[in-house]
Structures are given as structure tokens and as C-alpha cells.
């Protein structure tokens, strides 16, 4: 079943051009990605008695931190409509002690689909829901004043629907906006539910007990007094979760999350050990072991109801500095079969991650100085200049890829930024002197310039 996006029916090359809007580069990791999502919709289409045999051929990203990595990762997942969730490997690390059950990730990435799927239905009954708010508000504007029980003369029906219609028709003309009225709306209660810190293995009995002791509690209401615009958005809110079938919102989303769930499982190096079998290292190699029969396939119990990961693609990335791939225990290394090196980010790069991407760090930060009424011109030097900068920072210290960018683009603009309210109506043009006097006294200090950039 494809999850009813119609991006879910791109071409390898059409991924690859949709991942092309937002990343520079990496086209490596991009095919790799975009052939993983294709046999996705190939599985979908095989004979079912073979469907079942066909697994995921999970990918392990290598490269440095901030060249696309989480980011590729990220949209595929959007482009798809497939629930996703990040997860840093390191969150495992001493389980029993400060670490997370592994099964949290299964249980984390089933919320999200829930969620969507949840989203998703609410959005279609949104105009019924509307309706019968309105039946609602008009009800409380005009109420019913004959005693409870009493047999009204059909008359006063009569006048009090007709009320009623012309009091929905100002409604509805927004002829009642500047109106205030006292609704009664439901409240979680706070602090009633006592805060649980499950051990190591017990997290899904937490999540019971909290559901078990919430459903004991009963729903309180206060009454508030809101605007007819807030209380109508109120109330439909209210209608449509009544009209949500969540039995049914929960089969499909575990559905989705079995057969089309992404797990990112970032900074898979971090729980490679050195092999001397001593130390810190055995609790990584038991995280690894953790992890495995997961990503090999088993059943993880969610508040939801079971959930199997055997087609869920799990995406592993690292930076592999001081491990290598081949370090992970074989298991865990024979279940991410597909490896894909992503290259450092050069200043041509940089100068592409500037102006290219539809989410661009320049039209960003000229769309924000916008709302001040602040024109802020780049002159393509000037980009050459924040590019180079970024670099030459990148080689001499730490490099941290294209997230160098944004604290050169802060500290360039730091001064327009705190200036920008009494700027209205201004154009200010970064040039390469403009930034040169904003970050030279920075670049020449080396060890100011490491604190800081």
C-alpha cells in the first residue's frame, strides 16, 4: 500500500532532482537513497507470496559532520510522507545506566506515524467538523429556552430556528468576530500524573502505566471566555476529534510505520569500541548487539499494539574518524550492506549552499530583514568572500561542513541584525570590505578567530 503520495511514484533521476533543490553534491548518496525508495514501490508491486522475502538494503552514510548527511535522510522521508526519526546512536551507550532501551526508536518512530496519520484524518473531516461547531456556537449564542422536558409550541421552534439561521449567516460572515463568549473546553490535569524513570527493558510498561492512570483520571472543564473566532477554532477542533476513528488511525499508521518507516541512527561510530574488550568499549559492543535485532527484524511492543520492523529502512551515518565501518561486529555490518562516502564540502560548494537551495542561507536571511522593512543586497563577491572565509576556517580548525556557514553569516550580519528596527526603508549591500570589517579583527586573532567562528 503507498502511503497516498503522489511524490511516492518519482523516478530515481526525479528523487534525485528533488533532493537537488535542497543539497549540493553528494549525488553518490543521493542515487543510493532514491534507488533505496524506488524498491520500496517495486516491493509493493511483486507476486505477495514474495513481498514478504524482500528486506530494505539499509545504507550506512560516511562523512564528516554538515555535508548532508541527516539532511538527505530528512527529505527523502518527506518526500515519501513516510514517518521518520532521527536517532543519535550514542543515546544507547551504557544501557542500564544512563541509556535508553533500544526499543524506544521502534516506539518513537510509531508516535510519529500515529501522529500523521492522525493529522491526516482530521484534515479530512475538517469541513463537517466545521459544521457542527457552528451548530454548536449558534447553540450557545441563541440557547434553547423552553424548560428541559417541556413540549415547545411549534411557534417558538419555529422563531428560535429562524433566529438560529440568522445568527449562523452573521457567523459566518464574520459579523460576530469582535464578539466575546464563555465556552467550556476540556483540560489535561496537571501534575495528576505522577512521573515515572523506568529501568533498562521496562519503558513500554511507563508509557502503560501513564495511559492506565491518565484514562483514571477524569476530564475536567473550565469555562473561558474567548473571542467567536477562537471559539469556533476551539470547538472544531473538539468535533473533529470526536469524528477520528482512532482504531482505525492506529491499524493504518502501523501499517505505514512496518512497511515505510526511515530510521536515522546517527553517529553510528560513536559506539564502536577499540576491540581490547575492557572498559566503556563492552557497553558499546552491547549497544551493537542491542540494536541488531532490530534492524534484523523482530516485534516491538508500542502503546499501540506490535509493531514488526523488518521493512523499516534503517539509515546509519557516521563520521568514521578514528573507527572504520568494517569495526562494527559483523552482524550489524552484514545487515547495512549498502556503504556510501559523502565528500568535504569545497568553496564552490559553499558558494552553492549560499544561493542555490530553495531554502537558501541568503534568501533567508534577506526575507527575515524584510519583515523590518531592511533591503539587504549580496553582491556575488560578497558570497565568494562568506564561501572562502568558511573554508579557509574549516581546513585551519574543526571541520564542520556547511554549519560553518551560519556562524559566519551571523557574525557578518550581526550588526545590520541589532540595527535592523531603526534601518526601515534602507538598503544595506554586503560587499567583501563590509564583511572584511565585521570579522577581520576575528580572522587575525587565530585564537579568537577558533573561540569564536
Same mark, same amino acid.
Given at each position: 500500500?503507498?502511503?497516498?503520495?503522489?511524490?511516492?511514484?518519482?523516478?530515481?533521476?526525479?528523487i534525485?532532482?528533488?533532493?537537488?533543490?535542497y543539497?549540493?553534491?553528494?549525488?553518490?548518496?543521493k542515487r543510493?537513497?532514491?534507488?533505496?525508495?524506488?524498491?520500496?514501490?517495486? *516491493?509493493?508491486?511483486v507476486?505477495?507470496?514474495?513481498?514478504e522475502?524482500?528486506?530494505p538494503?539499509n545504507?550506512?552514510?560516511?562523512?564528516?559532520t554538515?555535508?548532508?548527511?541527516t539532511?538527505?535522510?530528512?527529505?527523502?522521508a518527506?518526500?515519501?510522507? /513516510?514517518p521518520?526519526?532521527?536517532v543519535?546512536?550514542t543515546?544507547?551507550t551504557e544501557?542500564?545506566?544512563?541509556?535508553r532501551?533500544?526499543?524506544?526508536?521502534i516506539?518513537?518512530l510509531?508516535?510519529?506515524g500515529?501522529?500523521?496519520?492522525r493529522?491526516?484524518?482530521?484534515a479530512?473531516?475538517?469541513d463537517?467538523a466545521?459544521?457542527?461547531?457552528?451548530?454548536?456556537?449558534v447553540e450557545l449564542?441563541?440557547?434553547n429556552q423552553?424548560p428541559?422536558?417541556?413540549e /415547545?409550541?411549534?411557534?417558538?421552534d419555529a422563531?428560535?430556528?429562524?433566529?438560529?439561521?440568522k445568527?449562523r449567516?452573521?457567523? +459566518?460572515a464574520?459579523?460576530?468576530?469582535d464578539r +466575546?463568549?464563555e465556552?467550556?473546553?476540556?483540560?489535561?490535569?496537571?501534575?495528576?500524573v505522577?512521573?515515572f524513570f523506568?529501568?533498562t527493558?521496562?519503558?513500554?510498561?511507563?508509557?502503560?502505566?501513564?495511559?492506565m492512570?491518565?484514562?483514571?483520571?477524569p #476530564?475536567?472543564?473550565?469555562?473561558?471566555?474567548?473571542?467567536?473566532?477562537e471559539?469556533l477554532?476551539?470547538l472544531?477542533?473538539?468535533? /473533529?476529534e470526536?469524528l477520528?476513528d482512532?482504531?482505525e488511525?492506529?491499524?493504518?499508521?502501523?501499517?505505514?510505520?512496518e512497511? =515505510?518507516?526511515i530510521?536515522?541512527?546517527?553517529?553510528?561510530d #560513536?559506539?564502536?569500541?577499540k576491540g581490547n574488550?575492557?572498559?566503556?568499549?563492552?557497553?558499546?559492543e552491547?549497544?551493537?548487539?542491542?540494536?541488531?535485532?532490530?534492524?534484523?527484524?523482530s516485534?516491538?511492543?508500542?502503546?499501540?499494539? /506490535?509493531? =514488526?520492523?523488518?521493512h523499516?529502512?534503517?539509515?546509519?551515518?557516521?563520521a568514521?574518524h578514528?573507527?572504520?565501518p568494517?569495526?562494527?561486529?559483523?552482524?550489524l555490518?552484514?545487515?547495512?550492506p549498502?556503504?556510501v562516502?559523502?565528500?568535504?564540502?569545497?568553496q564552490?560548494?559553499?558558494?552553492?549552499?549560499?544561493?542555490?537551495?530553495k531554502?537558501?542561507?541568503?534568501?533567508?536571511y534577506?526575507?527575515?530583514? #524584510?519583515?523590518e522593512?531592511?533591503n539587504l543586497?549580496?553582491?556575488?563577491?560578497a558570497?565568494?568572500e562568506?564561501a572562502k572565509?568558511a573554508?579557509?576556517v574549516?581546513?585551519?580548525?574543526?571541520?564542520?561542513?556547511?554549519r560553518r556557514?551560519?556562524?559566519i553569516m551571523e557574525?557578518t550580519?550581526?550588526?545590520?541584525?541589532?540595527?535592523a528596527p531603526g534601518?526601515?526603508?534602507?538598503?544595506?549591500?554586503?560587499?567583501?570590505?563590509?564583511? *572584511?570589517?565585521?570579522?577581520d579583527r576575528?580572522?587575525e586573532d587565530?585564537?579568537?578567530?577558533?573561540?569564536?567562528l
Amino acid at each position: 500500500m503507498d502511503s497516498g503520495n503522489p511524490l511516492t511514484e518519482l523516478l530515481p533521476r526525479q528523487i534525485v532532482e528533488e533532493l537537488d533543490k535542497y543539497i549540493i553534491g553528494q549525488q553518490e548518496a543521493k542515487r543510493s537513497v532514491a534507488i533505496a525508495l524506488r524498491n520500496r514501490w517495486r *516491493r509493493q508491486r511483486v507476486p505477495e507470496d514474495l513481498r514478504e522475502e524482500i528486506l530494505p538494503k539499509n545504507i550506512t552514510m560516511i562523512g564528516p559532520t554538515g555535508v548532508g548527511k541527516t539532511e538527505i535522510a530528512r527529505r527523502m522521508a518527506k518526500l515519501t510522507g /513516510a514517518p521518520f526519526i532521527k536517532v543519535e546512536a550514542t543515546k544507547f551507550t551504557e544501557v542500564g545506566y544512563v541509556g535508553r532501551d533500544v526499543e524506544s526508536m521502534i516506539r518513537d518512530l510509531t508516535e510519529v506515524g500515529v501522529s500523521m496519520v492522525r493529522k491526516e484524518n482530521m484534515a479530512v473531516v475538517q469541513d463537517k467538523a466545521r459544521r457542527q461547531a457552528e451548530d454548536r456556537l449558534v447553540e450557545l449564542l441563541v440557547p434553547n429556552q423552553n424548560p428541559p422536558g417541556a413540549e /415547545a409550541p411549534s411557534m417558538a421552534d419555529a422563531q428560535t430556528e429562524s433566529t438560529r439561521e440568522k445568527f449562523r449567516a452573521k457567523l +459566518q460572515a464574520g459579523e460576530l468576530d469582535d464578539r +466575546q463568549i464563555e465556552i467550556e473546553v476540556s483540560e489535561r490535569p496537571s501534575g495528576a500524573v505522577m512521573e515515572f524513570f523506568p529501568v533498562t527493558g521496562m519503558e513500554s510498561m511507563d508509557i502503560s502505566m501513564k495511559d492506565m492512570l491518565s484514562s483514571f483520571m477524569p #476530564k475536567r472543564h473550565k469555562k473561558r471566555k474567548v473571542s467567536i473566532p477562537e471559539a469556533l477554532d476551539i470547538l472544531q477542533q473538539e468535533e /473533529a476529534e470526536k469524528l477520528v476513528d482512532m482504531d482505525e488511525v492506529t491499524q493504518t499508521a502501523i501499517h505505514n510505520v512496518e512497511q =515505510n518507516g526511515i530510521v536515522f541512527l546517527d553517529e553510528i561510530d #560513536k559506539i564502536v569500541g577499540k576491540g581490547n574488550g575492557v572498559g566503556p568499549d563492552v557497553s558499546r559492543e552491547g549497544v551493537q548487539r542491542d540494536i541488531l535485532p532490530i534492524v534484523e527484524g523482530s516485534t516491538v511492543n508500542t502503546k499501540y499494539g /506490535a509493531v =514488526n520492523t523488518d521493512h523499516i529502512l534503517f539509515i546509519a551515518a557516521g563520521a568514521f574518524h578514528v573507527a572504520k565501518p568494517s569495526d562494527l561486529i559483523p552482524e550489524l555490518q552484514g545487515r547495512f550492506p549498502i556503504r556510501v562516502e559523502l565528500q568535504s564540502l569545497t568553496q564552490g560548494d559553499f558558494v552553492r549552499i549560499l544561493t542555490e537551495p530553495k531554502n537558501a542561507l541568503i534568501i533567508q536571511y534577506v526575507e527575515l530583514l #524584510k519583515t523590518e522593512g531592511v533591503n539587504l543586497e549580496f553582491t556575488p563577491d560578497a558570497i565568494e568572500e562568506i564561501a572562502k572565509i568558511a573554508s579557509e576556517v574549516n581546513s585551519r580548525g574543526q571541520n564542520i561542513g556547511a554549519r560553518r556557514l551560519h556562524t559566519i553569516m551571523e557574525k557578518t550580519l550581526e550588526e545590520v541584525s541589532f540595527e535592523a528596527p531603526g534601518l526601515a526603508g534602507q538598503t544595506v549591500q554586503i560587499t567583501p570590505k563590509y564583511i *572584511r570589517d565585521q570579522l577581520d579583527r576575528i580572522l587575525e586573532d587565530q585564537d579568537l578567530s577558533r573561540f569564536i567562528l
